[in-house]
């Protein structure tokens, strides 16, 4: 039996020490199906989508239209099961997690043939919720054969299916080739396992296959390995060559107890351009839900420029990465240097052109690698997407990001601010986005036949919101697009600026065009925004009241 969800693959061992099926996260030692432990990962918002379709005869489809069945309404009563079937999965599915679910909504559509049923779930918990967004389908689809059964004989359920998940570990995925098509892969990766025994050939490395497969799971397609001893010289070697192989997110195991020959953090150290303690201490707080020892790990976190000297002295490892940086200004010695990464390049440069590597050690037990890789899984999206430049989610004048359901809205703004379509392009910009689309509204100079002077646009006091709802909609409607950002100025504006921009990126053009037309078709229907123009002649109309 195989996991649907965020299962761990690779051995593991229970407290006898005897090593699980390898790969089959629901089931024990001893070949018994059991439920996953999901205390150890993280708390995230996490969204499902799913689909099904009942095929039903013409008849049954009219009287679902019209309200003629003699049970009811049809349509009302099967939304009204999916949505209370979602609340239940844990009861239904043995080895589902009970959840807190932040919000259900089931739709129903008639379409020749049938009813196309959709749900969609939220929940911010440690694991995901497609198999209440199936559920929700499963009982409303079954909801409408008991409604219409009588009027055909022949209704099925058929097409159950996720066609969009996100947040965990596992990233973002939409449907796609048939099946789930990942929204956004990892940059190169890389795993150093730190052991004298395993390196002496003494026993198999463990921890770093169980750390590599982790992060194919989590989207890095390519993921190069290192074993070397416990030695500050080696670890920093490994780390060095893996970064100028091109990896930008490389993770050490094991070294970073309090043992005299735990030295890992020392290593790392010295090649830090600068650390990020949070990280590290949330990965000690992971740790320390399962084994009170997980404080005594003196794991760390850190980035690396790429392609620049680090200083960093093997003999003093207790001195700062910033101490030794002020030395080798002042003429010191002892330096080492990554070399820059072939065909690595970021897809959009770094602001400052300086290409980065996060680096990060984790504990050396697999069973501690899994629970760390539960918690830092999530962030290394970001965290790479940071590193490149186009992490932060930028906000350009305008306004806030207003919350959204779909975290694909990067942006959405009603207000007096200029609009940047290049910051807008810029927001949207993903690796696995083969095409970016932006679009701009102008102020142009004439109406009608009549020379425009300037104009002033008005907007409803909630037209920010709605703007973001509207967008939700769209994104919902292409599940192929990666990224979506869209803004409407108001106020007082001349010819030539923009009033409207939207940007969207996909794999492919023909999804991003058509998501962005559709996205300012919609807009200019939805929103409820206002123009007042000026004529040259000293005319003035409102337009759109």
């Known amino acids: ?65 019209t309200g003629a069945l003699a049970k ?17 999965t844990a ?8 959840l807190p679910i932040d919000a259900v909504s089931v739709e129903l559509a008639l379409e020749p043939g049938g009813v196309r049923i959709e749900a969609r779930v939220r929940t911010t918990a440690r694991t995901g919720v497609e198999m209440e967004a199936l559920t929700a389908c499963a009982v409303a689809g079954l909801a409408v054969v008991d409604m219409v059964k009588a009027v055909d004989r022949g209704v099925r359920v058929e097409g159950l299916r996720v066609i969009e998940k996100s947040g965990g570990a596992s990233g973002s995925w939409a449907a796609g080739g048939g099946g ?4 956004e892969a990892l940059p190169k990766a890389g795993v150093v396992t730190v052991s004298d025994r395993a390196s002496a050939g003494e026993y198999e490395d463990v921890s770093g296959p169980t750390l590599a497969a982790a992060l194919r799971r989590a989207g890095a397609e390519d993921v190069a390995t290192r074993l070397v001893p416990d030695e500050i010289a080696a670890i920093r070697a490994a780390v060095e060559e893996l970064v100028g192989e091109g990896c930008r997110i490389v993770l050490t195991t094991g070294g970073t107890g309090i043992g005299p020959r735990d030295r890992t953090p020392e290593a790392l150290a010295g090649l830090f351009d600068y650390e990020v303690p949070g990280l590290a201490e949330g990965l000690r707080a992971v740790g320390a839900r399962r084994v009170a020892s997980a404080a005594l790990s003196r794991g760390v976190a850190g980035v690396v420029r790429v392609g620049e000297p680090v200083v960093g002295r093997a003999d003093s490892p207790s001195e700062s990465a910033v101490d030794r940086r002020r030395q080798a200004a002042r003429g010191g010695v002892g330096t080492a240097t990554a070399s820059q990464a072939s065909g690595a390049t970021p897809t959009f440069p770094p602001p400052d052109g300086v290409a980065r590597a996060f680096v990060a050690a984790l504990p050396g037990s697999p069973d501690a690698v899994a ?26 004048p305008g306004g806030p990001t207003p919350l959204s359901s779909d975290p694909r809205l990067v942006w ?47 907007a409803h006091p909630a037209a ?25 100025r108001v106020g007082p504006l001349e010819v030539g600026d923009v009033a409207f921009a939207a940007a969207c990126s996909a794999a492919h053009r023909a999804d991003a065009f058509a998501a962005c037309a559709d996205l300012v078709d919609a807009v200019k229907a939805g929103l409820p925004v206002w123009k007042r123009q000026h004529f040259d002649n000293g005319d003035d109309e409102w337009v759109g009241l």
Not at 420 to 431: G, I, K, T
């Open 371 to 396: 629970d760390a890789m539960a918690f830092l899984a999530p962030l290394l999206g970001h965290i790479a997407d940071q590193l490149a430049g186009g992490g932060h989610r930028h906000v350009p």
């Open 412 to 458: 959405a703004t009603v207000g007096e601010g200029a609009l940047d379509p290049a910051a807008l392009e810029a927001s949207v910009r993903r690796r696995a986005a083969g095409a970016v689309v932006t679009f701009s509204g102008v102020v142009r100079d004439q109406d009608g036949g009549r020379a425009v002077a300037s104009r002033e646009y008005s």
């Open 72 to 88: 009811g309404d049809g349509l009302a009563v099967a939304r009204v099961a999916g949505i209370m079937a979602a609340k239940r």
């Open 91 to 98: 009861d239904l599915i043995p080895l589902a997690h009970p």
């Open 464 to 488: 920010e919101g709605m703007l973001a709802r509207l967008a939700v909609e769209q994104l919902a409607a292409h599940p192929a697009v990666q990224a979506m950002a869209v803004g409407h």
């Open 1 to 65: 039996m195989t996991a649907l969800g965020d299962g761990m693959d690779g051995p593991r061992c229970d407290a006898t020490g005897v090593e699980r099926p390898t790969g089959l996260t629901h089931v024990d030692a001893a070949g018994r199906v059991h439920m996953v432990d999901v205390g150890a990962k993280s708390v995230t918002a996490r969204l499902a989508r799913a689909e099904a379709f009942v095929a039903c005869s013409a008849e049954a489809l009219r009287q679902l239209a």
């Open 180 to 183: 789930l098509a990942r929204r």
